[in-house]
């Protein structure tokens, strides 16, 4: 049976009107399980009217109040933990630990959020002159938008909606039309945890919906995370309409692997951060940079055997499977034909899992592990995001070469290096020009109460993703100058006042 999703709009679940609407499949199987409303301009601005009438009463209700809120939602979290894992696996094929995974690192953003109290604390200068105090003040954006992809579609919503919204601002997400399952579900736990009607609104829908929200006026800000192309389109239109926007898009994340490291931890950290949610991650690992011929020949013997012993599977057939399907058949195409250009370009395949078929499971979007070696910086598997179970090792002579690679490609989201030499891990740390950097940890994703974000082609605008950041960007600074009449002088002042 095909369910028909919904919007939800001030508090519940509405239907489409356009007439539209994006299928959503299970990745396993490749059945149509459900279809997405995509939204129409009206629609978008019915959301934006009840969020805007709604939001100055929750900005009025005092933080402390706001952040219980996060704190009933977080034990709603964990009381539904399974039932959104499962729902979240069944849109978008991954494991379901990982799911619980997802669904656990925007729970730590909610937490995180709960402190709010503290940090929309503002800052006080008293006797700034005579009889004069300056202080500062953070007040939210009014209705605040984010836009958000379909490879964390727990994680990266909450990310969005918990600052948002603890900051005293409506928002609206526009959630991916791949697995819109979980952000309404999401928005209903925010409900009976005590959110007031219009302060959450999902919207689903496609680029109607997003443009709809890049130029309504009634919105103050975007937060958006997808792949670069659309990344760098929604910062130039949000911006050009005025509005505050932070996009994050694509990347390729590179792991030095030094000759003096251990090479065991080595191959095991590439083959988790290559393979696991398989590749579907901005903060996977695609790029394997051995240094030096010996720590190649060496690295790749211990990938090989780990890599074909992979255990690929849908959600349902138990904790030991290591990853599922990608996200659609075009998806499942696309990886497919980058791996064939990889051939045709001259790197080796050396693990080839073009050909992999999951017996019960003939039409869903499963790719079996693939690794190449000797992958130059010319082919278009070492240029593209590929976003799939596809792991590209480029061979450096020397660490100055490796650091360049890394250095020199267009993204930089995250970037790892392996190590027991604790002064060229220093000078990595200081020279890579990426925004999130790891020390034999290969997915360097900070936690909650760190910030979140690339540099490069992987971000457009400024200010992280949580962390203090997100307060920083969901807010607005009013910063109040006062004098009391004991300090003013008899006369008017016609010069800028200055400490002079
Ligand atoms: P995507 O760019 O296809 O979609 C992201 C959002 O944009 C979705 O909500 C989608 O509906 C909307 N969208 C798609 N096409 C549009 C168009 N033409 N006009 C306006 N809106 C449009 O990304 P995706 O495939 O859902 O997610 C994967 C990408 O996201 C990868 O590139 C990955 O690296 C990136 N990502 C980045 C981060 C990060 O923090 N840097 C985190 C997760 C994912």
């Known amino acids: ?54 939001q100055p009463a929750w900005a009025a209700v005092n933080p402390q109040r706001r952040a219980r809120v996060l704190m009933k939602f977080v034990e709603l979290l964990h009381r539904d ?22 669904v656990i690192r925007g729970l730590e953003v909610a937490e995180f959020c709960i402190g709010a109290p503290h940090l929309l604390k503002g800052e006080f200068t008293d006797g700034a002159g005579p009889g004069i105090d300056i202080y500062s003040m953070r007040q939210p954006l009014g209705v605040a938008a984010g836009i958000t992809p379909f490879n964390f579609p727990a994680m990266i919503p909450m990310w969005k909606f918990c600052p948002a919204i603890v900051c005293g601002n409506a928002f609206i997400l526009k959630p991916s039309e791949r697995d819109p399952s979980v952000p309404l579900m999401l928005a209903e736990l925010m409900k009976e ?42 910062y130039s239109r949000g911006t050009a309409a005025g509005k505050r926007v932070q996009c994050f898009g694509g990347a390729k994340n590179h792991m030095i692997i030094m000759p003096d490291a251990d090479l065991d931890q080595a191959a095991d950290a590439l083959v988790g951060a290559g ?45 030991d499977v290591d990853y599922g399907p990608v996200v659609t058949a075009a998806a499942r195409e696309k990886i497919l034909g980058l791996v064939d250009q990889g051939v045709k370009e001259g790197a080796t395949l050396a693990v080839d899992g073009r050909d992999f078929k999951m017996q019960g499971y003939e039409n869903g979007y499963f790719i079996g592990p693939c690794l190449f070696d000797n992958v130059t910086k010319d082919m278009s598997i070492y240029k593209e995001e590929i976003f799939g179970p596809v792991l590209s090792t480029v061979r450096a002579k020397t660490y100055e070469e490796a650091l360049s690679l890394a250095m020199d490609h267009e993204y930089g989201n995250g970037v ?33 109460y760190h910030t979140f974000g690339g540099w490069k082609k992987s971000v457009f605008g400024d200010l992280n993703q949580h962390g203090p950041d997100a307060f920083r960007f969901y807010t607005r600074t009013k910063t109040v100058t006062s004098r009391w009449p004991s300090g003013v002088k008899e006369g008017a002042e016609f010069v800028i006042p200055t400490m002079a």
């Not at 991650?281 to 990938?303: F, H, Q, Y």
């Not at 002064?423 to 200081?430: E, K, L, T």
């Not at 999130?436 to 940890?441: A, D, E, P, Q, T």
């Open 275 to 319: 393979y696991g949610a398989a590749g579907e991650r901005c903060m996977a690992i695609s790029v394997a940079v051995p240094v030096g011929e010996k720590t190649a020949d060496l690295l790749i013997e211990k990938l090989i055997p780990k890599i074909e012993a992979l255990k690929v599977g849908p959600y349902t057939a138990g904790d």
């Open 416 to 448: 790892a290096m392996f190590t027991r030499d604790g002064d060229a891990a220093r000078d990595f740390v200081n020279r890579i020009n990426v925004g999130m950097v790891g020390v034999n940890v290969p997915i360097p994703v900070p936690l909650a």
């Open 1 to 54: 049976m095909v369910t028909e999703l919904t919007h939800w709009i001030d508090g519940k679940h509405v239907k489409g009107t356009s007439g539209r609407f994006a299928d959503v499949y299970n990745p396993a199987t490749g059945e149509v399980q459900a279809k997405a409303p995509l939204a129409t301009v009206e629609e978008i601005d019915a959301a934006v009217q009840s969020a805007k009438a709604a």
């Open 193 to 234: 945890a005590g959110l007031p009607d219009g302060i959450l609104q999902v919207i689903n829908g496609d680029k109607v919906a997003v443009d709809a929200i890049l130029d309504h006026e009634d919105i103050g800000g975007v937060g958006f995370v997808g792949s670069t192309a659309i990344a760098h389109y929604v």
């Open 81 to 102: 933990m399974d039932k959104l894992a499962e729902a979240l696996s069944r849109e978008h094929g991954k494991t379901l630990p990982d799911a619980k995974g997802d």
